[in-house]
């Protein structure tokens, strides 16, 4: 007994002793961790500093442009106002003695070249700097801005040979409108100082996200062009710093990183010898079938993992018996799921397509009763509107069904259950439906009710089901057949009985009488109708806590029975 209670002992003692070696190398691997990390920090420190240089320098770049931009722009300007451009303007005749040298004394501006033009208040050229050559586009975007009053700037051309053109107007104290204006144009590599930047506009600068881009932060009026400044491509700003840090961090981290290689690689061998008889039993398993005995897991070294494989065995023969009962469970789930997912669905869509139905059709019955009462319409007419407003009504009913049937189906139908007079429901019902009765020659009879007959369901809905009933014995009779309203008692129930002498129907009809939008083949009839109603009027009883059930042969008419339950108090007056 001693030496078989000191083995486990032992074994657990192993494994601890393992599990301890086994912290130590979690040990090991977070101080790697931590120095992967800190080398990874200096090395972002680095890249950042290299970047708020870059940033720095583009900055600069960037100021220095914006300066010979407004150098140039406050040439321009002084030009415009000096008393020569003036003169010029109304005396072009001698422009090649003082025009053209004064013109050509503003091509150098802190010692960069600008080409100028000088043109009338019409965006006419007078007179250019000596050798300057204007495309067709420059010369059209000219002709459109100066007249306009618009001291614009743009860009022409693409890649090495892009050129910036700006218009400075002439404008005198007496008018409102531009005497002149000098045109300026340079080329946008003359603007940087450095060769290694270059300027771009800010669709350039965006569509390459590698190389950041510094706007110019210029005069207003070249700030449309959304003009920046960033490194050419291939350029570089300054050599790499070399730290010696990161190079020591990263051999220190190769050295311990192979370290535990080694050292885990041991130990997770022998610490995992059970685990892995474990998964390779797992594996068959997961191939073979539950019921094999040769797939049990078998005894190993470990006193834990031994009493795990145990259980493990056991929970597999009691898994192999509650398998297939489990299966047929979840089949059974699925398709219930399947219903229902179904079922709401169908519900949703008919409730959208209602509720989108009901907006129109009452605008249109309005606006049928509304010319019915305040127009004066001939015979005709008023048959017309007649036609439109039976069917308009005929349709509002079919959506308010249709709504209906969602709210039942979904769970969402609110009924006010209480006392509810049976003879005055029936007598209601009977006079609601008298035209139609007389338009069909029906006659409708509603047989004497035993005193205080009441029943327990919604006065609303009790009405709506002896009227679905009740128009349906009407409308699928014979000329000169009759109608039956009863009541019955039956024990704590009641029942309401609805009885024609109709056409009848067979067993085939009454097998599908309650599926909705089936009228049973009689949709070529004059009879109007849906297929809806007594799958309604079930849906509605059935959610009064009652049922329907109904006797019919060919040629000898129908009988519907209503059963609801029996109520002890005083009835409540039906909605009429």
């Known amino acids: 007994m001693t030496g078989r209670a000191r083995t486990p002992a032992a074994t657990r003692t192993r494994l601890a002793t393992r599990i301890t070696l086994a912290s130590v190398l979690v040990a090991l691997a977070t101080v790697l961790l931590l120095g992967a990390g800190a080398g990874w920090l200096l090395y972002r420190q680095q890249q950042r500093g290299q970047q708020a240089i870059a940033m720095q320098l583009l900055s600069e770049q960037a100021r220095r442009v914006a300066d010979r931009l407004d150098a140039v722009r406050e040439r321009m300007q002084q030009a415009a106002a000096s008393s020569l451009i003036a003169t010029a303007l109304v005396d072009s005749a001698g422009k090649e003695l003082y025009l053209l040298p004064y013109l050509q004394q503003l091509g150098q501006v802190g010692g960069m070249p600008v080409t100028v033009l000088f043109a009338d208040f019409e965006g006419h050229p007078i007179a250019a700097s000596r050798g300057a050559r204007f495309d067709t586009a420059q010369l059209r975007w000219l002709a459109e801005a100066v007249p306009r009053g618009q001291a614009a700037a743009s860009l022409f051309g693409s890649s090495g040979q892009a050129e910036l053109a700006f218009i400075t107007l002439v404008r005198y104290a007496r008018t409102a409108q531009a005497e002149g204006a000098l045109l300026a144009r340079m080329r946008l590599a003359e603007l940087v100082p450095d060769g290694r930047y270059e300027l771009v506009s800010a669709q350039a600068g965006a569509a390459d996200a590698a190389r950041p881009a510094v706007p110019i932060p210029a005069h207003a009026q070249f700030a449309p062009l959304g003009l920046q400044v960033r490194l050419k491509a291939g350029a570089q700003e300054a050599p790499p710093a070399h730290d010696g840090t990161l190079a020591l961090v990263l051999a220190m981290l190769a050295v311990a990183l192979l370290l535990a290689a080694v050292a885990g690689r041991f130990f997770a061998r022998r610490l995992t010898r059970d685990l892995d008889t474990l998964v390779e039993c797992a594996g068959r398993m997961q191939s073979d079938r539950w019921a094999d005995r040769s797939v049990r897991l078998p005894r190993a070294r470990t006193s834990e993992i031994d009493a795990l494989n145990q259980r493990i065995n056991a929970m597999l023969d009691e898994l192999e018996q509650a398998h297939r009962s489990q299966m047929e469970a979840e089949q059974a789930r699925a398709a219930q799921a399947l219903s229902e997912a179904a079922s709401r669905q169908k519900s949703l869509f008919m409730t959208r397509v209602s509720h989108e139905l009901r907006t129109p059709l009452n605008a249109i019955l309005g606006f049928t009763d509304l010319l019915s009462h305040r127009t004066e319409l001939d015979a005709r007419q008023r048959e017309w509107l007649h036609y439109i407003a039976s069917a308009g009504q005929h349709l509002l009913a079919l959506v308010n069904d249709l709504l209906d049937i969602s709210r039942i189906e979904s769970g969402a139908l609110e009924l006010q259950l209480g006392p509810v007079d049976v003879a005055e429901v029936l007598a209601a019902a009977a006079r609601d439906l008298g035209t139609l009765a007389q338009r069909h020659e029906v006659a409708v009879q509603v047989d004497t009710l035993p005193p205080s007959t009441c029943v327990r369901a919604d006065a609303t809905r009790l009405r709506q089901v002896v009227q679905n009933l009740l ?106």
């Open 471 to 576: 128009s349906n014995a009407i409308k699928y009779n014979r000329p000169g057949g009759q109608a039956r309203l009863r009541v019955l008692a039956a024990g704590e129930d009641v029942d309401l009985l609805v009885e024609d002498n109709g056409l009848g129907m067979d067993e085939a009809q009454l097998a599908q009488l309650f599926q909705p939008f089936n009228r049973l083949g009689r949709e070529r009839s004059r009879v109007e109708g849906t297929g809806i109603g007594l799958a309604l009027t079930r849906s509605l009883v059935e959610a009064m806590q009652g049922s329907l059930r109904v006797e019919s042969r060919p040629g000898e008419g129908s009988r519907f029975t209503v059963r609801l339950p029996k109520c002890a108090a005083q009835p409540e007056r039906a909605e009429t």
